[in-house]
């Protein structure tokens, strides 16, 4: 009955998510904070995650989480960047592009080492098991996310 309610809730705040247009920095900062709750709670549901291991899992997945969103800002603001010099990509010099494109895979690199790295300590504070279900309840939440988001139909238990 539980996971029921907190599906409803999830489906609720999904739609209001995409319901409501952001407005600058304020109205993504807001919408990130929405998802990174809903994120929560569909994850610590589906972990069936007890108060003392959320208590140790949730600080360890938000620093993990909070590295790479400064790693993937760096990419989205290098492509603005680009995108407010008014150029195009053919009037960008070889030696311009290859810096670019190095950052950015320099960027991705980072986030893989991260990733490995947050794995081994996911493993110690959650176990094996929970580990592979938590990566698998993250990538259901952001499939049921775009599904959502693209005005999809409910999945039905």
Known sequence: MKKYILYSLFAFAATSLFAQPAHGPEGMREKKEKMNAMRAAYITTELN???????????????????????RMANYEQGMKMRKSGKKIEDFSDQELQTMMKQRLDNDEQIAKLKKQYHEKFIKVLGVKKTAMMYHAEMEFM?????????GPPEED
């Open 49 to 71: 995650l007890s108060t003392e291991d959320a208590q140790l899992f949730w600080p360890v997945y938000n620093e993990l989480d909070n590295k790479i969103e400064a790693l």
């Open 143 to 151: 499939r049921t996310l775009m599904r959502r988001g693209k005005g």
